[in-house]
Nanobody, 124 residues
């Protein structure tokens, strides 16, 4: 059974930065594509960023392009989300997701495993 554990959330002022981490355990690593999603209060879960198994495809939601960076460390079974210039509208619970075969990276249905989520709060 694969487990994903996120960390690194917290509360920051607008313009600040946070780095989220997600560590995968339970099976030998990969090949899993990894992604971050988020869900704000009263809203549906939305796609944030995607990193394919070998890094040939990296995608971002338009709302975070130029501010967020997804990366992964295969040796550590980890994926990261560096979030800079945070805005109040980035406030949400952020979820890490892993999928073996992902063709529609923005769809939650494509992912096999999910983390428990980590809260990110940005105040103005």
């Amino acid at each position: 059974q694969v487990q994903l554990v996120e960390s690194g959330g917290g509360s920051v002022l607008a313009g600040g930065s946070l780095r989220l981490s997600c560590v995968k355990s339970g099976r030998t690593y990969g090949p899993y594509a990894m992604a971050w999603f988020r869900q704000a209060p009263g809203k549906e879960q939305e796609f944030v960023a995607f990193h394919s198994q070998k890094g040939t495809n990296i995608w971002y939601a338009d709302s975070v392009k130029g501010r967020f960076t997804i990366s992964r460390d295969n040796a550590k079974n980890a994926v990261y989300l560096q979030m800079n210039n945070l805005r109040p509208e980035d406030t949400a619970v952020y979820y890490c997701a892993a999928g073996q075969i992902v063709s529609r990276h923005q769809s939650t249905d494509e992912y096999d495993y999910w983390g428990q989520g980590v809260q990110v709060s940005v105040s103005s």
